[in-house]
């Protein structure tokens, strides 16, 4: 160990109970009496009640009431910041004075090896430039195994923190860059966990609307500028206890009270390799998009309020002082949005959402189309071109397996190694722009992007994911699945001969020749009654190009029925 320990900083305001809980756990911590506390008392908010500056008085007394760790440095705001400039400035303050630094609130009950695991983590990782932040809180995600290890994410926390001056130093009060995430799906998907939780509408709402109050999401967003990894235990060293004294509702509908917290528990393990644990990282999103979105969304009462009461946590959980809840809630992911046959698909969606960057709408109208077709009887079989990682050809078969006796036969056409170039003739600014952050200058060649789906998702699809997908988890019947690998320029003509009728083409290939040689080639083996869906017709100027093009020439006069910003299908006549 290090003998220079961080200093550890606690920022208290008015909760008397809840600090001295924190400060009690604290001292319990076996480099307590050798390291030196920092506590940020904020100043008196105008206008409060007796009783409210009587608690404040009452934290400070308990601070200084007794030796909690070696030293201890009360600093006294004489007015109030708020809690997201008391962390921005108290931070800055005192990392510039030390080089690194510990972070807790009031209301963090720590475990006793809470302090060993930062200073062990801050002095191994802190010539790594890409790690920029220790956390002590782990989300109680059920299928993280507890080896008394730790691992690393691209996703920071606000309960129990560590960094560096280095890493402090790419903190972006202005969330500089920000508005990409409102023209980039790719960036954005990625900022918001592959869709877990919609945390870039909070960056939105801190930066335009003041509808919240945050340092953590302008941290949030500064790190993930700098594709910067954050050190996670296995098991949380943190528990937050600000939630138990509120009502009985929030406390059945809280996802993150620990109901197993070890006091004891302690990391042995540090990674030597900075690079993102992908299994821990696909439990954690899971668990995110469950706790944001309530699995079990048939139960209607109380269901408001019990969104509210969660909706405040996950907030905190990420560092958010929600100001107005008007328009917190969210709902252009996967919340309850009144489709028909929304219970019947959330269960099945939950299943594929690791698999597929698809929004919660065009999920739900998938479904939909899946069971049409099936209470309809519309022959055909299923198609889509360009699958990434098989998720909503998966949920289509889930739908047949749910719904028909019958098994219908599924075609999946994809590289399965990326996404080609786009062509800058037809393809458009936003298509260009997204493959030259990573590329740099691009001529619409059938070779793969290299580094997208690393940077803007998780990961390539490949063949295997998909297989795995379709035929281990989903359990379809391996002799109605047909897997058509290559550009669709050389397997699309070839292979639409003997795909036979359609009931369901989907089209998700983004750019101008890949969506115009799958209609050019597959279209007329559309039935009638059948779905022609186009996932990126309001994204990508060569998609939409694609599209009109081809409705003209071939005189069709459907209309195309809007599913979000981007998907539109219509029905062939």
């Not at 990674?271 to 139960?299: G, H, M, Q, W």
């Not at 998702?457 to 998909?466: C, P």
Request: with cysteine.
């Amino acid at each position: 160990m290090n003998s220079i320990l961080a200093p550890i900083v606690l920022f208290v305001y008015n909760r008397p109970w809840h600090t001295k809980q924190t400060l009690e756990a604290l001292t319990k911590n076996e480099l307590a009496d050798e390291s030196i506390l920092y506590v940020f008392a904020d100043g008196l908010k105008n206008g409060v009640s007796e009783n409210e500056k009587s608690k404040i008085a009452e934290v400070r007394n308990i601070v200084v009431e007794k030796r909690w760790c070696k030293e201890i440095i009360l600093i006294e705001s004489a007015k109030n910041k708020g809690l997201a400039n008391s962390v921005i400035e108290g931070v800055t303050e005192i990392i510039n004075k030390y080089g690194k630094i510990i972070v807790i609130e009031d209301d963090l009950v720590t475990a006793k090896e809470f302090l060993r695991y930062m200073n062990e983590a801050l002095n191994k990782y802190e010539q790594e430039e890409k790690v920029m932040q220790i956390s002590g809180h782990c989300f109680p995600a059920k299928n993280i195994k507890k080896k008394n290890s730790c691992f690393f994410l691209p996703m920071t926390t606000s309960w129990g923190w560590a960094t560096w001056k280095r890493a402090w130093n790419q903190f972006d009060a202005k969330a500089t860059g920000y508005e990409i995430l409102k023209t980039d799906k790719l960036a954005e998907k990625k900022f918001n966990l592959d869709n877990s939780y919609p945390l870039s509408d909070m960056l939105f709402k801190q930066m335009e609307t003041n509808e919240i109050d945050s340092w953590a999401i302008r941290w949030w967003w500064s790190v993930a500028k700098e594709k910067g990894f954050v050190l996670f235990p296995d098991r949380s060293l943190v528990k937050n206890i600000g939630f138990d004294t509120e009502g009985t509702h929030t406390k059945e509908s809280n996802p993150f009270l620990l109901k197993d917290f070890n006091v004891n528990y302690g990391i042995k393990k540090f990674p030597d390799k900075v690079r993102t644990d992908e299994s821990s990282f696909c439990e954690i999103k899971k668990y995110l998009y469950d706790a944001a979105n309530k699995k079990n969304i048939s139960k209607r009462n109380n269901l408001i309020f019990m969104i509210k009461s969660s909706i405040r946590v996950m907030a905190k959980a990420f560092g958010f002082e929600i100001r107005r809840f008007k328009k917190v809630i969210p709902q252009k992911e996967n919340s309850y949005m009144g489709f028909d046959l929304e219970v019947e698909a959330y269960s099945n969606i939950e299943l594929i959402r690791p698999y597929t960057m698809l929004t919660y709408p065009r999920l739900v109208t998938l479904f939909q189309q899946v069971v049409f077709c099936e209470r309809n009887k519309i022959e055909g079989c299923f198609v889509e071109c360009g699958t990434w990682k098989g998720g909503a050809v998966g949920l289509m078969a889930l739908a047949n397996l749910k719904n028909n006796t019958i098994r219908r036969h599924i075609h999946l056409f994809d590289s399965f190694e990326g996404i080609p170039e786009p062509d800058e003739l037809v393809d458009g600014a936003r298509a260009l722009n997204e493959v030259r952050s990573v590329k740099g200058e691009t001529k619409g060649r059938l070779v793969a992007v290299k580094n997208l789906y690393e940077t803007f998702a998780d990961g390539i699809g490949t063949l295997e994911i998909n297989k795995k997908l379709m035929e281990e988890v989903i359990g379809y019947d391996k002799s109605f699945l047909h897997y058509h690998k290559g550009w669709f320029q050389d397997t699309v003509p070839k292979d639409a001969l003997t795909v036979g009728k359609i009931a369901i083409l989907r089209l998700d290939g983004d750019w101008y020749a890949s969506t115009k040689v799958c209609l050019d080639h597959l279209f007329d083996n559309v039935v009638s009654g059948g779905f022609v869906i186009i996932d990126d017709y309001g994204t990508y100027e060569g998609c939409k190009k694609a599209v009109d093009e081809f409705m003209q020439s071939k005189n069709i006069k459907s209309f195309l029925i809007h599913i979000d910003a981007s998907a539109r299908y219509f029905i062939k006549q």
